[in-house]
């Protein structure tokens, strides 16, 4: 038996968590005894989220802002919480050419989507690693598996988590630490509004938009079994690991296509 396995109602950090897959594996986490602990910008949500699940705290902290991680940190110290299992899950995307996408919502997506989530684990980490149990699960897309014209920067910052998530996932294994990156597909969220992809050619056939619940599931049952990639859905497991069987070129041109927004009638 591994030593994540004999963790005991771990505490579980979700970042992200006032709505979407964020929102769901804090609610999933909850079902399986962990004592989690909601971390996002909306204060009302996550408090609500807090009262329906029973969290142990849910804390407001805007992670992209400077010292915003700094912040949450110095809070879990002060009320002495010790943090067993991280889900990097706070992120977001924007839909556009790099050229006309303002820079401040660029710069913002690594941020949040990059900065954070590595400044967060490197924090938290060591004492994972200290105490031989835990893991660490980080939101990444099956966008990490190729370049996403028309959502450059958002693509970009998912190869980075990816590559990040498996290179944590070989250093901490002999520890008995878990680390898993989430690679779902399009699913059913506020994060498809907030980033004008919704109406998108990858959005817009409903057999192919996955539920925020069962991805979740897929995360946490990965993050127990320490797989280093999870993929939910067949289709999107083709779709990550197909773009090793295509020319880049055109696996590039496909991408950029399926992002563009359709014509206005």
């Known amino acids: 038996m591994s030593s994540f396995a004999t963790l005991t109602n771990p505490v579980t950090l979700v970042t992200g968590a006032s709505s979407g897959i964020g929102a769901e594996i804090a609610r999933e986490a909850a079902r399986r005894g962990h004592r989690v602990i909601l971390t996002a910008r909306r204060t009302d949500r996550i408090e609500a989220l807090a009262a329906e699940i029973g969290a142990l705290a849910a804390i407001p902290a805007d992670l992209a802002a400077p010292g915003g991680v700094a912040g949450l940190v110095a809070e879990l110290a002060r009320r002495a919480i010790e943090v067993d299992i991280l889900v990097n899950n706070a992120g977001f995307g924007q ?89 779902p597909g399009p699913t059913r969220s506020e994060f498809a509004d907030v980033a004008h992809l919704d109406t998108t050619a990858a959005f817009r056939s409903a057999s192919l938009v996955a539920d925020p619940a069962a991805v979740a599931r897929a995360g946490l049952d990965g993050l127990e079994h320490n797989r280093a990639v999870v993929v939910p859905g067949l289709a999107n497991r083709f779709a990550a690991f197909g773009t090793r069987l295509v020319p880049r070129a055109l696996s590039r041109r496909i991408a950029g296509n399926m992002q563009k927004q359709p014509p206005r009638s």
């Open 95 to 183: 839909q556009g050419s790099v050229a006309t996408i303002p820079s401040g919502l660029q710069t913002g997506q690594i941020d949040l989507n990059v900065r954070a989530l590595t400044e967060l684990t490197v924090a938290l980490l060591p004492g994972i690693v200290a105490r031989g149990a835990g893991g660490v699960l980080n939101l990444a897309s099956i966008a990490a598996f190729q370049a996403g014209p028309n959502v450059a920067v958002y693509f970009a910052t998912k190869a980075y988590v990816l590559s990040f998530s498996e290179a944590l996932h070989e250093e901490v294994k002999a520890a008995g630490v878990h680390v898993t990156a989430l690679c």
